[in-house]
């Protein structure tokens, strides 16, 4: 069975799931127990990270039982760790990306097709390694990774994680109004979580240091940067992220800051919050 979360982008172990399906559809395969022996000899590859051998395997699996989801879900995993970004623009590395990308959508699509919680649980799980390969370190398409974001806030809406993902995709397009929609809804899901809380001080001081803000706009983040913030430290006192994201904001404030003497201020608060962030993580520590 495959592993745990490898070094590159991988899915975790869905044994479960494995059972459920494999017992069926491995039942109407035409060769069973070929399918079987492959099956088992692709994720002891995949265990052992050899994708280059594993990713046949599994292409010879999901021809034999094309109903097993889980097969795609590792065969687009084995063709994403084979991408080497070093390589990009090379015909051969590049056509794993978009092998992964067939691979993951297919597995999601069979998988949510099941109508079951721990399919679903295992779709998203594929949609959400399909937003990453869609980022600016593998295809790059920013459209399309929104795309599957809002389509993993469909199936999991008791998540603030992929409101929060949107908002980023938002805010890298300068899409502010969305960006903050999104932030609205993470909050909505869950309004007294200071993690989330943090989170969305973080997104708003990120927001504050752009440079194609208004005045007007910069002040406004600022203070909902700072409001967030301020109930986070609330419920939490002790959250060392939530002085991390104060000391972003002021950071972000200080390089617009024409006041030499302010500036200089704002950097020292800066440094002030990074030391109580260290000690509070410091003493956390074993």
């Known amino acids: 069975m495959p592993g745990a979360w490898s070094p590159k982008p991988g899915p975790p ?13 491995f039942a109407q395969a035409p060769d069973r127990q070929a399918v079987v022996d492959t099956f088992n000899a692709a994720n002891a590859a995949y265990q052992q990270e050899q994708y280059a051998t594993a990713a046949p395997l599994y292409e010879k699996v999901v021809a034999g039982a094309p109903d097993l989801p889980v097969a795609y879900l590792y065969l687009a995993s084995s063709y994403d760790h084979l991408f080497q970004v070093s390589r990009r623009g090379q015909l051969s590395n590049d056509a794993f990306l978009t092998k992964a990308e067939q691979n993951y959508r297919t597995a999601a ?3 949510i097709a099941q109508h079951r919680p721990d ?10 390694m399909l937003a990453a390969l869609y980022g600016p370190d593998r295809l790059n398409n920013p459209g399309k990774a929104r795309a599957v974001t809002e389509e993993l ?17 938002d805010e890298q397009a300068g899409a502010f109004a969305n960006a903050e929609a999104a932030l609205a809804k993470a909050l909505a899901i869950r309004p007294d979580d200071a993690r989330v809380l943090v989170q969305v001080a973080s997104h708003y001081a990120d927001m504050v240091g752009r440079g194609e ?21 609330a419920l939490d006192p002790g959250s060392a992220d939530a002085l991390t994201a104060r ?15 302010k500036q200089r201020q704002l950097n020292q608060q800066v440094d002030a919050l990074a030391a109580r962030a260290k000690a509070l993580r410091d003493a956390k520590t074993p």
Request: contains cysteine; charged residues 25%; aromatic residues 6%.
């Open 13 to 25: 172990i869905f044994p479960a799931l494995l059972l459920s399906f494999s017992a069926v559809v």
């Open 109 to 111: 699509d069979k998988l």
């Open 119 to 128: 399919a679903t649980t295992a779709a998203t799980t594929c949609l959400a």
């Open 153 to 169: 806030i469909r199936l999991d809406p008791a998540s603030p994680a992929y409101a929060l993902s949107l908002a980023t995709l």
């Open 213 to 233: 803000l208004t005045p007007v706009q910069r002040k406004d983040f600022a203070a909902k940067s700072l409001a967030a913030d301020d109930r986070a430290l």
């Open 247 to 261: 000391a972003k904001l002021l950071r972000q404030e200080a390089k617009f800051e024409t006041d030499k003497k």
